[in-house]
């Protein structure tokens, strides 16, 4: 980057902030597939609602375990080699699930596709944090979290399409062709900042220059992080399983409409990204830092949680009700994304110039999905038991206990976080 003058340094950093925001948007066209697929292939007996929940399971479980991996890998590989690498291949395993029709090989085959798409955050977070100005990289950060609402409901309205008219097979066919294309094209223009996007170096003592290596993992750990990792499990179980739940809860108790609630799901995620937004004024604004901003989203979902679960206790169908609820699940939803974005985006942005962003956005991340992972699993049980006033107890629960880990840890992560701002300068 030394070689460039300042204008010309902001305008490769955008271009570069601009290629990985794409190339985030475009995995989620393919992560979400099955879960849109799911009915329609049940439907036609190639798996059962069983079958589909594990084939589910093993993309979360395949996606935590890469996380951690490609954590790894990504302070090591350049991000313009994995970002478009992994696009491909995860598109060419939606290409595979559109020609097959054994549970078995959709086990391996979507496994394989979760492990894929973990290819992307963490070089891209790297990207971000280590060839941009501290400036872009901290206005792009709640843009970034919005590539995964707004690639959900590009996934959503592309299968929707070929689903009317073509069938499941064809909307795994067109995921896959739209992550294989968009992968080579990437990997073109990632080539055009080759130049720009070099290792980087440090100057050492007698003046010559020397790679920068990544800071010992021992030097980061401290209690904020510990803080960080439990606030990301149980906004991982909440994230993922109002994701999960929301569309069922307001057909069974409040909308009958299907048609109705299918819609309202596909704004939802546009919603969401104004939580990003919100969780990034409130830190601003009143300068709590990222766990402290962690803290209050946690809390404005459980409040708005707590609400709801009082409209599902006395629900009577009526259009009011449906519509409050609606609101109160959508901005809890939408403060979950916020705690999400300041986990995931803001807080391993700090380490990138210590050479470690990948890899602890990439162990937040892989944290994320096991507990998203299990959410799935352990919230169908409780709504056999206990039914949907126990799940949402549940959820309210963990939104607490999410409020008060990250409570615990704001102030040891900013105290880590400014050593490491201080070391950047």
């Keep these: 980057m030394d070689n460039y003058d300042e204008k010309q340094k902001i305008r490769l950093a955008t271009r570069l902030v601009i290629l990985c925001w794409i190339s985030y948007t475009t995995v989620y066209i393919g992560k979400k597939t099955l879960s849109v697929c799911l009915p329609d292939m049940i439907a036609d007996g190639v798996c059962d609602k069983a079958a ?3 084939i589910g399971t093993c993309f979360l479980a ?14 090591r590989l350049h991000p313009r080699f994995m970002i478009p690498v992994g696009l491909v291949l995860a598109g060419g395993m939606n290409l595979c699930m559109s020609v097959s029709s054994s549970v078995p090989l959709f086990l391996v085959i979507w496994g394989l596709c979760g492990f894929f798409c973990s290819m992307l955050w963490a070089p891209v977070i790297r990207a971000v944090s280590t060839w941009t100005t501290e400036k872009i990289a901290d206005e792009s950060a709640a843009s970034l979290s919005a590539t995964i609402p707004v690639g959900t409901v590009l996934c959503y309205l592309l299968c929707a399409l070929m689903l009317k008219h073509f069938g499941w097979r064809a909307a795994f066919a067109a995921c896959g062709a739209v992550l294989v294309v968009m992968g080579v094209l990437l990997y073109f223009l990632f080539r055009t900042l080759k130049d720009f996007t070099k290792e980087p170096e440090a100057v050492a003592d007698d003046g010559m220059k020397v790679q920068v290596t990544a800071a010992p993992v021992k030097t980061l750990l401290c209690l904020g992080l510990l803080a960080a990792a439990g606030g990301i499990l149980f906004n991982g179980m909440l994230k993922d399983g109002l994701d999960l739940w929301i569309p069922t809860a307001l057909n069974e108790r409040f909308i009958p409409d299907s048609s109705t609630v299918s819609l309202i799901c596909t704004i939802l995620p546009l919603v969401n990204i104004f939580g990003a937004y919100a969780a990034k004024f409130v830190m601003r604004r009143c300068k709590i830092g990222e766990l402290g901003t962690c803290a209050v989203m946690f809390a404005v979902s459980a409040v708005t949680l707590g609400l709801f679960l009082v409209f599902l206790r006395h629900a009577d169908g009526g259009a009011l009700q449906a519509v409050i609820a609606t609101v109160l699940l959508a901005c809890s939803s939408a403060a979950m994304l916020g705690a999400n974005t300041m986990l995931l985006t803001f807080i391993p942005l700090h380490f990138g110039k210590v050479g470690r962003a990948a890899f602890v956005t990439g162990v937040l991340n892989s944290f994320s999905y096991a507990a998203a992972a299990v959410s799935g699993a352990v919230t169908g049980a409780i ?8 799940v949402f107890l549940g959820f309210i629960g963990a939104a ?5 880990v990250c409570f615990a840890g704001r102030k040891p992560l900013l105290k880590k976080t ?8």
């Design 418 to 425: 400014k050593e490491l701002d201080e070391l950047q300068r």
């Design 400 to 404: 607490v206990l999410g409020a008060l």
């Design 62 to 75: 395949a996606y935590a375990l890469g996380q951690l991996v490609n954590g790894w890998f990504g302070d």
């Design 52 to 54: 589909g929940g594990v």
């Design 383 to 390: 709504s056999d038991t206990f039914g949907w006033e126990g």
